[in-house]
């Protein structure tokens, strides 16, 4: 049973450019609850060392095993490229604070990689002059997207990272392997319909410059005009801009997605690599030739990732992966640099070859399942790196 609270009793909203800044459709979190956050330390060195693909499956392992760990709760969570974050009732920490501590003992013995973990309660962000509020964005079939206002996770994140009285982050002890049975990348990475996978995080001046107290209501009627404007230039809900849509996905049996398969998995080998490897062939058949399975439907599957991928969202600033040409990519770029020219807004862009996808399926027959869209190559942290940039001058910021 689903534990009864403030945000599983929230009603959804299901249009981005419509209600991702309607505050009727947000709640602020209890001040008891609890910011859960895993980030990738050094990422940029993994990214330069063409680990991108296990930066994004590292990332999207957090969620996984924090829903394998927590099944009958409902509670809010966003994949960031290079790590993750999520808020729960102060009940579950324990639970999650052995989550945590299994993913990050998983990630330096499976890709080398020190994932950076901790909790902050949400009181300490009201503390610190912070805000925090959740909502969510319900799929055409039924999936909930969590999306985010206030500061709160980027000030957990700081909070964590700057933590030296070990007041917030956690250890990192040898642990067992966190369960990860839901996680999965076997699709190839997905080529743009257009020229580029436009990646793009936009936030409010005011939460990124200005100390002591937030307050990002008053961005609210810029971030609207914005998204109204970015909508009408390239159709925020069209198939040719969303990077997941069916026509675009491309199942190959890659030796790459079936060694990420494996190290999700508690006994390895070679007779391990044998199952997953024909299991892949198997599903490979079905997608080529549209055949069933039972219940289970590769076409319809199909346009349920179009409708379940997160390729917009809001996490404190909107972030968006989106399939576009050269000309819209430019028209976009000077729309938002005239914004915060304007003092109105910061943003952060990066043009990538393609997508990646990372897919997180309790049950591929019931169309509960949800997909992680990034850039190659470290798009949304590409992206990140110039917001950063432009939140600390004013001079004008190259874009990739």
């Known amino acids: 049973m689903n534990p009864d609270h403030a945000f599983s009793r929230l009603e959804p909203f299901t249009s981005f450019s419509d209600g991702a800044f309607d505050r009727s459709h947000y709640i602020d979190l209890p001040a008891d609850w609890l910011i859960l956050s895993a980030d990738i330390e050094n990422s940029t ?79 300490d962000i009201i503390a610190n002059g912070g805000s925090l509020s959740a909502g969510k964005m319900r799929s055409a079939t039924g999936v909930d997207i969590a999306m985010f206002h206030g500061n709160g996770l980027s000030m957990a994140e700081t909070m964590i990272l700057d933590d030296v009285e070990q007041r917030y982050r956690l250890d990192t002890e040898p642990q067992p392997q966190p369960d990860l049975g839901e996680l999965s990348c076997r699709w190839s990475p997905i080529e743009p319909s257009r020229d580029c996978m436009l990646c793009l995080i936009i936030g409010a001046r005011e939460q990124h410059t200005s100390a002591g107290k937030s307050n990002d209501r008053p961005s609210d009627e810029t971030m609207i005009e914005v998204i109204t404007q970015i909508n009408k230039i390239v159709g925020l ?11 675009k996905l491309k199942f190959k049996v890659r030796n790459a997605a079936i060694k990420k398969e494996l190290s999700t998995q508690p006994y390895t080998g070679y007779r391990k690599y044998l199952s997953i490897l024909a299991f892949q062939l198997f599903a490979w058949i079905l997608f080529k030739f549209g055949l069933k399975a039972g219940e289970f439907d590769p076409t319809k599957y199909k346009a349920e990732i179009a409708n379940n991928s997160d390729y917009v969202k809001v996490a404190g600033s909107v972030r968006m992966v989106l399939d576009c040409t050269k000309a819209q990519a430019s028209q976009i770029e000077q729309l938002l640099e005239q914004r915060y020219q304007s003092d109105k807004l910061v943003y952060g862009m990066y043009r990538a070859k393609q997508a990646l996808m990372t897919c997180i399926t309790p049950d591929v027959t019931s169309g509960d399942h949800i997909h992680y869209i990034d850039g190659s190559h470290g798009g949304l942290w590409n992206a990140a790196g110039e917001f950063k940039a432009r939140a600390k001058s004013k001079t004008r910021v190259k874009s990739s």
């Open 45 to 123: 060195r993994a990214v330069a060392n063409g680990q991108y693909e296990a930066v994004n499956f590292v990332g999207a392992a957090c969620i996984a095993a924090l829903n394998r760990a927590l099944p009958e709760l409902e509670y809010p969570k966003v994949f960031g490229g290079d790590g993750a974050q999520a808020v729960i009732p102060p009940e579950y920490r324990r639970t999650a604070t052995k989550t945590l501590q299994q993913l990050a003992h998983w990630a330096a013995s499976a890709y080398q990689l020190n994932l950076i973990i901790g909790i902050v309660p949400v009181a």
């Open 237 to 247: 809900n069209s198939d040719i801009t969303n990077p997941a849509a069916a026509s």
